[in-house]
């Protein structure tokens, strides 16, 4: 991070019991509010910005991702991560899973268009990789929602659990290509058959896909069409497996790891 001064951060607005109202609260600032720059994660491969939303008497912490600042990738069409971002948090909502902190699109940011996520106020230390035994049994749905999205990029930094204790996952930038690419840290649960709750929310969510016209036409506006088609097998393959599968042929994780 530059050294830049970090905003104060309003910690009860992440708060579990209230999260839901806040949550409201939260999404409407990222909409609407004004957008101010505070810093820059310097460690990141894109230019990721910390800013600052103002909106009435909202004041809260963002990450800004402006599409001109993506590092262009060979398989993933140039500046559709930010949206593929927005598309995580669509899915986390959708299956009542609130995994993915509230992130919008905004096309009049500082730097042009790009997506907007709240700020989760967690220990960086504390990942993956330094969690306990207990922590990682948390996991399962993380893991389902990675083979959900086919995320090519689960490090371990990017699952956090913040001082509450709910637990986030972000960086959805390379999500949702239409070929599997799932690459991810987290390969603990492989031949188990998912809980039945999660079993529960992908059946639902399978149906919500197939059947609720607003939510296809929230993921028309962030993917392609044979991205959005690729999602609905997806679903419909882990509802056939309802396993956790082996690691797939060629590089199962990601790099750098954390
Ligand atoms: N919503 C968030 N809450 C807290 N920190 C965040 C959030 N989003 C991003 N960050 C921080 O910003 C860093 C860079 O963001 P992110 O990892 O999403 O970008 P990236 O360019 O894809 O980076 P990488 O090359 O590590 O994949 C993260 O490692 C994390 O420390
Ligand atoms: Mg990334």
Redesign the pocket.
């Known amino acids: 991070m530059s050294d830049m001064p970090a905003p104060s951060q309003p910690r009860t607005r992440a708060g579990t019991a209230s999260f839901e109202r806040d949550g409201r609260e939260i999404l409407l600032a990222l909409r609407r509010g004004q957008v101010h720059l505070a810093g820059e994660?310097l460690?990141?491969?894109?230019?990721?910005f910390l800013v600052q939303v103002e909106y009435a008497e909202t004041r809260i912490p963002?990450?800004y991702?402006p599409q001109r600042g993506e590092?262009p990738l060979w398989d993933f069409p140039r500046g559709t991560l930010a949206a593929r971002e927005v598309a995580a948090y669509v899915t986390s909502q959708a299956l009542g899973w609130d995994i993915v902190?509230p992130t919008v699109l905004r096309q009049e940011g500082p730097s042009g268009p790009g997506s907007l996520?709240?700020?989760?106020?967690?220990d960086?230390e504390h990942h993956y990789f330094t969690f306990s035994q207990d922590e990682k049994q948390r996991l399962r749905p993380a893991a389902i929602f990675d083979l959900l999205v086919n995320n090519a990029?689960r490090?371990a930094?990017?699952v956090?659990i913040d001082r509450s204790g709910h637990l986030?996952l972000?960086?959805h930038?390379?999500c949702f290509h239409q070929e599997p690419k799932l690459r991810t840290v987290i390969w603990d649960f492989v031949g188990e058959t998912f809980p039945e709750a999660q079993l529960r929310d992908l059946a639902a969510f399978h149906r919500r896909l197939l059947g609720d016209p607003d939510l296809r036409a929230r993921y028309n506006e962030l993917l392609s069409p044979s991205e959005v088609e690729a999602l609905i097998r997806r679903v419909e393959a882990l509802l056939r497996d309802r396993r956790f599968p082996e690691p797939g042929p060629g590089r199962p994780y990601p790099w750098?790891l954390v």
């Open positions: 994660f460690w990141g491969s894109n230019h990721t963002a990450v991702k590092r902190p996520q709240f700020f989760v106020d967690a960086p990029d490090k930094g990017h956090l986030w972000i960086d930038g390379v750098p």
